[in-house]
């Protein structure tokens, strides 16, 4: 059980185009989703926290112009990276936190993010 | 700032030698601490964490808040034991930090 997935595992886009990472816990309902980048030999680092149904937080210095997070239902949330640039290339990572007093993150495997 | 360090990038040791992987906390609040694994190819997965104070695949981790450590242990490493461990701190309420992770090679 709790398992979340990421759907796509790999994108290439153009500079300037947006994508759109799809992050869904197959099987407990996710009070709360979290969103990691992490560069590589880097480690993760929070980016913003959604909890369904309300406004996402982001973490200090990440522009939520720039990473639009939506959180509409308790299985599904989505993190569009608008108007990419070739810095926004990442490993984008998204965990999910169970309710029902669980605080355990269970994390997915991860979107290759390539801006060319 | 709460931050989390893992001093070494790689671990090499041969199959059967104990292993200890560092991780240093600095945090002003009660921490709480977790371990991380992420085998090849694969999504990363909660290892242990200090409050249950278990073993786990014969992992053990203390915490030592004199020394703000939470070092990773294990007494004879097997080769399924390779992979990146994280270390990581809960910080308000619910948010991780990582530190940069440790690349553990068992060799045969």
């Known amino acids: 059980g709790a398992v979340v997935s990421q759907h796509p595992s790999w994108v290439i886009c153009k500079s300037g185009t947006s994508v759109k990472i799809e992050c869904r816990s197959l099987d407990f309902q996710a009070t709360t989703m979290f969103w990691y980048r992490q560069f590589p030999k880097q480690s993760l680092m929070l980016m913003a926290t959604?909890?369904?149904?309300?406004?996402?937080?982001?973490e200090q210095g990440v522009e939520k112009d720039k990473f639009l997070i939506n959180h509409a239902s308790l299985t599904l949330s989505t993190l569009t990276v608008t108007s990419a640039h070739p810095e926004d290339s990442s490993f984008y990572i998204c965990?999910?936190?169970?309710?029902?007093?669980?605080?355990?993150?269970?994390f997915g495997p991860g979107t290759r993010l390539t801006v060319l | 700032a709460q931050r989390v360090t893992q001093p070494e990038k790689l671990l090499s040791v041969f199959k059967g030698a104990p292993v200890e992987l560092k991780c240093n906390y600095s945090y002003s609040g009660s921490p709480e601490l977790f371990w991380y694994v992420q085998y090849s190819r694969q999504r990363l997965q909660l290892l242990l964490r200090h409050i249950s104070r278990e073993s786990i695949k014969g992992f053990t981790a203390d915490l030592n808040k004199g020394e703000t450590s939470f070092h990773l242990k294990k007494p004879f490493a097997q080769e399924e034991d390779s992979a990146m461990y994280y270390c990581?701190?809960?910080?308000?309420?619910?948010?991780?930090?990582f530190g940069t992770g440790t690349r553990l090679q068992v060799f045969p």
């Open positions: 959604s909890n369904e149904g309300s406004k996402a937080t982001y």
């Open positions: 965990s999910a936190r169970g309710g029902s007093g669980s605080d355990t993150q269970y």
């Open positions: 990581a701190l809960r910080y308000n309420t619910d948010k991780l930090i």
